[in-house]
């Protein structure tokens, strides 16, 4: 079964970090880039980061830039986001999603055909 | 960055009738735009991607149409379980989505 499961969550004060991970099973984990997509409570779904195949290029949302880190190891088939400076604004239900396009080396906009089922990030003194 | 904009923002229907949501992009974005469905405490789930190809076991009755900046998903006769919220996205520059469009049983 294709999946993805995410962890890492939780309570944290503003200004502090959090890793979150993300455990891929059942496809070739280093032949898709990966993406992470946030949520806020209530709101709706807003574009965080991405990361090519081989983890050579990344990508940032301004709102996270210089802030946030994705990795990936896929001797170990996981994602990571390393997540600093949190803001309150930063809290959400954290995503990651494989894109749709198996490609490899370089990262495409791209749709999402598999999702985790989230991780609560809640930033809060 | 692209917007994209979605209406109704609720819409009210009974089950067996037609769903017709729709998702306008502030400049073109070709056909590079997909429909996810999301229920409470779920992740998304794409229906729809390149603006007109169904997902991997996506029911026939969803279906998606347009090309620039005007599109829409079309659920030819609701079920209970496609009581939802729905999401456009686009591909065309970095991923954007759309603010949804609420599902309710009239």
């Known amino acids: 079964e294709v999946q993805l499961v995410e962890s890492g969550g939780g309570l944290v004060q503003p200004g502090g970090s959090l890793r979150l991970s993300c455990a891929a099973s059942g496809f070739t984990f280093s032949s898709y880039a990966m993406h992470w997509v946030r949520q806020a409570p209530g709101k709706g779904l807003e574009y965080v980061s991405a990361?090519?195949?081989?983890?050579?290029?990344?990508y940032y949302a301004n709102s996270v830039k210089g802030r946030f880190t994705i990795s990936r190891d896929n001797s170990k088939n996981t994602l990571y986001l390393q997540m600093g400076s949190l803001r309150a604004e930063d809290m959400a239900v954290y995503y990651c999603a494989r894109g749709v396009t198996m490609v490899r080396g370089v990262i495409l906009p791209d749709a999402f055909d598999i999702w985790g089922q989230g991780t609560m990030v809640t930033v809060s003194s | 960055e692209i917007v994209l904009t979605q209406s109704p923002a609720t819409l009210s229907l009974s089950p067996g009738e037609r769903a017709t949501l729709s998702c306008r992009a502030s400049q073109s974005v070709s056909s590079y735009l997909a429909w996810y469905q999301q229920k409470p405490g779920q992740a998304p789930r794409l229906l729809i991607y390149d603006a007109s190809n169904r997902a991997t076991g996506i029911p026939a009755r969803f279906s998606g149409s347009g090309s620039g900046t005007d599109f829409t998903l079309t659920i030819s006769s609701l079920e209970p379980e496609d009581f939802a919220v729905y999401y456009c996205q686009q591909r065309s520059n970095w991923p954007s989505f759309g603010q949804g469009t609420k599902l309710e049983i009239k």
């Open positions: 990361i090519s195949s081989n983890g050579g290029s990344t």
